[in-house]
């Protein structure tokens, strides 16, 4: 018998480390099963990813700044909340001179909300500019929005101003009532049915004449139901308080004032809803009571005084003869920094002369 050989059999990695066919299975189960940890950050990562879009095409249709409008000073302000609510605000050049201004709320959150809000825009902007009034424009958006967004609603303000007479004619759709500031704080109390409720919606106009100096206030809920971190909202009550003890202030100072009560008022607890402010106020006629006014905004009422005693008399001549202006603000400039800092005297003499270019280009319109 022949004597046996031993052999050696290299085998292959693959071969040590056969698996079965239940084996393979069994290990592709486990590989495919996702700790609870890791689904919640793969949600997030989701979440984040919808907000951002949702973020994308809100910044997309605001406006970067309000337009500029001879005799008028416009500020608005729109601050998204964490989880991105819908608010929306608008400015058109319409016909015969007259201006649109539109402010809104659209029902929901996140991209759901900015989705309508693009929508909402775009049906607003092409009402708009057909012929009618403010109420017959909101009826027609009203029609528009059902047709295009079948669920959720709208709240929308829309004001037609003609810049050089003053006259404003005002629509809501179950929006905040609008602030008129003249030396106290009014509600011009309008009200009507959203948008997007019942297809057969009328609406109400009211029309007001702004006089030199008096300032229209346009917001969201969002500001007066802004959360302290024990749950308490800031209220019409406080907001109204202390637009009243700030009546002088322009519109810009003003929404900086708010914007800085609310952030202390909710202490970094973060927003629930969006903040959207838009203020709109009537020059005054003559321009050296306007540059005094800017002084009064800037300074504050006291610090002008002390300034305007050394240069009010100077401002009348220039005001008629419209020569030398760089001089002066010069001469204004460099007394405000000596008393009151560097920052102050950039801010208003950058105020001063926007202004006063602003109505001598009026003057030779």
Not at 55 to 68: H, K, T, Y
Not at 77 to 88: E, I, K, V, W, Y
Not at 162 to 171: D, N, R, S, Y
């Amino acid at each position: 018998m022949p004597a046996r050989r031993n052999r050696n059999i290299a085998l292959s990695p693959s071969l040590l480390h056969h698996s079965s066919p239940h084996q393979v299975r069994r290990r592709r189960a486990v590989a495919s099963v996702v700790t609870p940890n890791e689904a919640e950050q793969r949600r997030a990562a989701e979440i984040e990813q919808e907000l951002q879009l949702a973020r994308d095409i809100q910044q997309g249709l605001l406006l970067e700044a309000a337009p500029r409008i001879a005799g008028w000073e416009l500020t608005a302000l729109s601050l998204p909340a964490r989880d991105l609510g819908g608010d929306l605000y608008d400015f058109l050049r319409l016909g015969e001179g007259w201006r649109g201004i539109m402010i809104g709320d659209v029902s929901g959150k996140g991209l759901p909300a900015a989705l309508r809000m693009a929508v909402t825009r775009t049906v607003f902007r092409h009402e708009a500019r057909r012929d009618g009034s403010a109420a017959e424009t909101l009826a027609r958006v009203n029609r528009g929005v059902l047709s295009e967004i079948p669920q959720g609603m709208v709240t929308m303000l829309y004001v037609r101003l003609h810049p050089h007479t003053g006259e404003i004619f005002l629509a809501n759709a179950g929006h905040t009532y609008p602030l008129l500031i003249n030396g106290s704080v009014q509600e011009i109390e309008l009200s009507g049915l959203p948008l997007g409720v019942d297809d057969d919606s009328a609406y109400r106009e009211a029309c007001a004449r702004l006089l030199p100096g008096e300032t229209v206030m346009l917001y969201t809920d969002g500001v007066v139901e802004a959360e302290n971190p024990q749950g308490e909202i800031f209220g019409f009550a406080q907001m109204y308080s202390l637009i009243a003890a700030h009546c002088h202030l322009k519109p810009r100072a003003l929404v900086s004032l708010l914007l800085h009560e609310l952030r202390s008022w909710t202490q970094g607890s973060g927003q629930s809803d969006d903040i959207t402010m838009v203020v709109l106020r009537r020059r005054l006629s003559r321009l050296g009571d306007e540059l005094r006014s800017i002084a009064d905004d800037v300074l504050g009422p006291a610090r002008a005084a002390q300034l305007w005693n050394q240069f009010g008399d100077r401002i009348a001549p220039h005001e008629r003869d419209g020569e030398d202006w760089p001089s002066l603000l010069a001469e204004i400039g460099a007394l405000a920094q000596a008393d009151f800092g560097r920052g102050l005297s950039r801010e208003l003499t950058q105020q001063l002369r926007l202004t006063i270019e602003e109505y001598r280009s009026a003057d030779r319109d």
